[in-house]
């Protein structure tokens, strides 16, 4: 399941020329189901990477159950976020007819948080050293760069209209703002 180092690196390769050549670049990439479900070992790479951002940004619980409360609730919500906008893809695409086009965007989705989670991580770093306002501008101007670049994603290989792909992302950011908002009471963060 957990990609090869070869693969990875081909991967994020594919990533930065997806970005300029769009469809084109998706031989970059291991499109067969195999690498399809494989996409999904890039969750297994990020999560040090994820459990840095969260550890930046949570309050100690108090006791040992807190602890267990907080590392479950905040491992559902990784699995959930990992999931879930594939979940409903799926059935969206299996109507409009867009499979071959949801395993491509799937691949490419997944793939694409391998970057973004290393920058929100450089970004949190860096909020240390940034004045408040610059750092909430910087955060937003990643947001808005990552849905941009999603709704390329979509653009390109489910070939659906702007308007289309635009709700997909409001669709994964309405799922992000869900789970986030959860987690949040239920940690009490």
Same mark, same amino acid.
């Given at each position: 399941? *957990?990609?090869?180092?070869?693969?990875?690196? &081909? %991967?994020? /390769?594919?990533?930065?020329?997806?970005?300029?050549?769009?469809?084109?670049?998706?031989?970059?990439?291991?499109?067969?189901?195999?690498g399809f479900w494989r996409?999904?070992?890039? %969750?297994?790479?990020?999560?040090?990477? =994820? /459990?840095?951002?969260?550890?930046?940004?949570? =309050? %100690?619980?108090?006791?040992?159950?807190?602890?267990?409360?907080?590392?479950?609730?905040? %491992?559902? /919500?990784?699995?959930?976020? @990992?999931? $879930?906008?594939?979940?409903?893809?799926?059935?969206?695409?299996?109507?409009?007819?867009?499979l071959p086009g949801y *395993?491509?965007?799937?691949?490419?989705? #997944? @793939?694409? #948080?391998?970057? @973004?989670?290393? *920058?929100?991580?450089?970004?949190?770093?860096?909020? #240390?050293?940034?004045?408040?306002? &610059?750092? =909430?501008?910087?955060?937003?101007?990643?947001?808005? +760069?990552?849905?941009?670049?999603?709704?390329?994603?979509?653009?390109?290989?489910?070939?659906?209209?702007?308007?289309?792909?635009?709700?997909?992302? $409001?669709?994964?950011? /309405? *799922?992000?703002?869900?789970? =986030?908002? +959860?987690?949040?009471?239920?940690?009490g963060g």
């Amino acid at each position: 399941m *957990i990609p090869s180092l070869g693969e990875t690196l &081909l %991967a994020l /390769a594919g990533l930065w020329r997806f970005a300029r050549e769009g469809a084109p670049a998706l031989r970059w990439f291991d499109r067969s189901m195999a690498g399809f479900w494989r996409s999904f070992g890039a %969750a297994v790479l990020v999560l040090p990477l =994820q /459990a840095a951002v969260i550890y930046s940004q949570m =309050q %100690a619980p108090a006791d040992g159950a807190g602890w267990f409360r907080l590392i479950a609730v905040e %491992a559902s /919500a990784y699995v959930i976020q @990992w999931v $879930a906008l594939p979940l409903v893809l799926f059935e969206i695409a299996s109507r409009l007819d867009r499979l071959p086009g949801y *395993i491509d965007f799937v691949i490419l989705y #997944n @793939w694409t #948080n391998v970057p @973004w989670l290393a *920058i929100s991580l450089l970004v949190l770093l860096l909020g #240390n050293l940034l004045p408040d306002g &610059l750092m =909430q501008a910087l955060t937003l101007v990643l947001y808005v +760069t990552v849905l941009s670049f999603e709704w390329f994603i979509a653009r390109q290989t489910l070939c659906l209209s702007g308007l289309a792909c635009a709700g997909l992302v $409001a669709l994964d950011f /309405a *799922i992000m703002i869900v789970v =986030q908002s +959860t987690v949040l009471a239920l940690t009490g963060g």
